[in-house]
């Protein structure tokens, strides 16, 4: 069923499951089967559950139906893993860049073996998986004691490992909703609470705060607070996490994961094959270890595997599992994350100042979207389905086109679900950002999704942890922009819309270029125009910048009044002194000598 699955989204993905042209043509024919064959499975275990056998007269005869289709036969169930940003950012150290990738990777590993784990016990395939990203999943499960009971000792199993192994860095909330045929399909049924499929997301949202509210029992916290285990004495920490309660290498100064990770790392990029097995490279929950392999050593080694995902389309193989993974990553000179500031920022070689770009970006009120954003007559499990798994691939795979068309020096730190973090060389970064936008507008046809982005400039040996905090920080600053759809460059004073960017910014930026190269303007008469230009609320900055203004361009006759003119005018609205701010730090950043 594995090697099927991955067959039909490779063929289908992109054929509509119905050819009248009548009707919307927006459901692929692969995620319709998918879904009609997760509701399938979880019919015959509702009605064997029932000891129903004739499901003919249970689903079709019309009466009977009717009943049945207002049962609650099926469960949405989601889980949310917490802890994600302080488990991947919370590091340090000349390891940086490889922990980073190394620990996006294993939670998006994490999260494929539970679910995998989770629908193994259930005797369902991945038919059932809705979707899996960004530390979300969301399954359709039957509504049965037996399901309940295994679901029950999953989350309590799955618990008891990230406590035992992070304490409480990382938390996986899980919860389910009942739900009946006509739930499912927005009709509106003969009890209470039918026809609810808009709430449905809504109330499952609330059931995992609560979870999330009350994350650890007495005894749990007890243990936290006084642990049954080898009291560690505290005296030497790792280097880049930071923990001291786990055994630290006298040689490498590393705890046991970060080892794991450092040694794994390297391999993420080049290598396909992931294999769950018995033992391994990284500890994983139920038992299992986590091996990264090529695809030649997995064919000539065939290990005993529990499970296998590849980046690759591979069929023939029942524990094969295709997976998606955002990872691009430019070839750099050395190892270390300063060799992508080092290269060569601008048009000219030696010049640029030597920082790190660093992106966060998510899409704006996804949750909206799912819960509203399709008409009521439209709204279905299908759609549902059909847009998850969309916003999966482009995050996951279209992005590695995108940035792998510019030939950025960067690299994805992570990138699933609906949001981004990338890092690499300033310029690139900003430009890389401007393309994904682009690509995202392109890719919903109509510009229905947006994205919002923060974006800061760093010396590479700024603390990676305080990047990524400060950089969030920009992100929401972009977020709370009227109407979202925008990004904070650098500063939250420097807030703009993507047009407002593209157009105010980049071409102010490319204006400025032809005038100061024509006419000579270095970086001294850039400070003198920023500080005036900062001060516009003084009365004395006005006169002073029109004189600046005249006098640097009076020599230039051809075009010098009407580039004094054009950087005046700007500079009174304040709107477009905001843009031409940012352009001229934009330039100066691209202009200045190394060293």
């Known amino acids: 069923i594995g090697s099927l699955i991955n067959l039909l989204e490779a ?9 009248n042209k009548a009707e919307l043509i927006d459901v692929s024919l692969f995620d319709h089967v998918k879904t009609t064959a997760a509701i399938a499975a979880c019919l015959y275990d509702y009605l064997s559950d029932a000891d129903v056998e004739d499901y003919r007269a249970a689903l079709f005869d019309r009466k009977a139906a009717d009943a049945y289709y207002d049962k609650p036969m099926f469960l949405l169930w989601s889980c949310d893993l917490s802890g994600i940003q302080s488990f991947i950012y919370q590091i340090s150290g000349s390891g940086a860049l490889k922990q980073l990738r190394a620990r996006s990777f294993y939670l998006e590993v994490l999260l494929e073996h539970c679910m995998d784990e989770l629908l193994a016990r259930l005797d369902l395939t991945r038919c059932n998986l809705l979707y899996t990203g960004g530390g979300h999943a969301y399954a359709l499960l039957p509504n049965t004691d037996e399901a309940k009971e295994k679901i029950a000792a999953f989350s309590s199993e799955l618990g008891a490992w990230l406590m035992e192994h992070f304490r409480t860095d990382l938390f996986c909330a899980n919860a389910f909703v009942p739900c009946s045929a006509h739930d499912l399909m927005n009709k509106e049924g003969t009890s209470e609470g039918s026809g609810r499929y808009r709430s449905l997301y809504r109330d499952l949202g609330g059931k995992l705060s609560e979870v999330k509210s009350n994350r650890y029992t007495a005894a749990e916290i007890a243990g936290l607070n006084f642990p049954n285990r ?8 790792c280097r880049e996490c930071h923990r001291s309660d786990v055994e630290v290498g006298e040689d490498d100064e590393l705890c046991p994961l970060c080892r794991s990770f450092k040694n794994i790392s390297p391999k993420l990029v080049g290598e396909s094959v992931f294999v769950v097995s018995s033992e391994g490279e990284l500890e994983l929950p139920f038992d299992c270890w986590l091996s990264v392999l090529s695809r030649e050593e997995y064919l000539v080694e065939k290990p005993d595997a529990i499970r296998v995902y590849t980046k690759e389309w591979d069929t023939g193989d029942a ?20 060799d992508y500031a080092m290269d060569g920022t601008s048009l000219e070689e030696g010049k640029g100042i030597e920082r790190l770009g660093v992106l966060r970006a998510d899409v704006d009120n996804l949750g909206v979207i799912f819960s509203s954003g399709l008409p009521d007559d439209k709204v279905s499990i299908s759609r549902t389905a059909t847009l998850s798994r969309a916003l999966s691939h482009f995050f996951k795979h279209e992005i590695n086109d995108i940035l792998e068309a510019g030939n950025y020096r960067a690299q994805i730190i992570y990138s699933g679900g609906d949001d981004l973090f990338l890092i690499g060389n300033w310029s690139d970064v900003i430009h890389a950002a401007l393309d994904i936008r682009k690509a995202l507008d392109d890719f919903t046809g109509n510009g229905a999704l947006t994205v919002s982005a923060g974006l800061g400039m760093y010396d590479p040996r700024y603390p990676i942890a305080r990047m990524a905090f400060e950089v969030g920080e920009l ?4 977020k709370a922009h009227d109407g979202k759809n ?19 910014v980049c071409g102010k930026l490319e204006d400025i270029g032809n005038a100061f190269e024509r006419n000579d303007k270095g970086k001294a ?5 920023l500080d005036l230009l900062r001060n516009m609320d003084s009365s004395i900055s006005v006169p002073r910048l029109a004189y600046l203004l005249a006098r640097s361009f009076e020599d230039d006759e051809e075009r010098g009044s009407e580039i004094s003119k054009r950087f005046f005018e700007w500079a009174l609205d304040e709107g477009e002194r905001a843009c031409l701010m940012t352009a001229l730090e934009w330039y100066v950043y691209r202009i200045r000598e190394r060293g």
Request: glycine share 8%.
């Open 475 to 478: 992100e929401d600053a972009a």
């Open 525 to 529: 008469f850039i400070y003198r125009l």
């Open 11 to 19: 063929i289908c993905d992109r054929v509509p499951s119905s050819t």
């Open 319 to 338: 524990l094969a599992t295709h997976i998606w993974m955002g990872d691009y990553t430019a070839d750099q000179h050395g190892q270390g994350i300063s």
């Open 230 to 237: 080898r009291e560690w004495d505290h005296a030497r920490e």
């Open 486 to 504: 925008a990004i904070a460059l650098w500063s939250e004073e420097r807030v703009f819309g993507w047009d407002e960017f593209e157009a105010g």
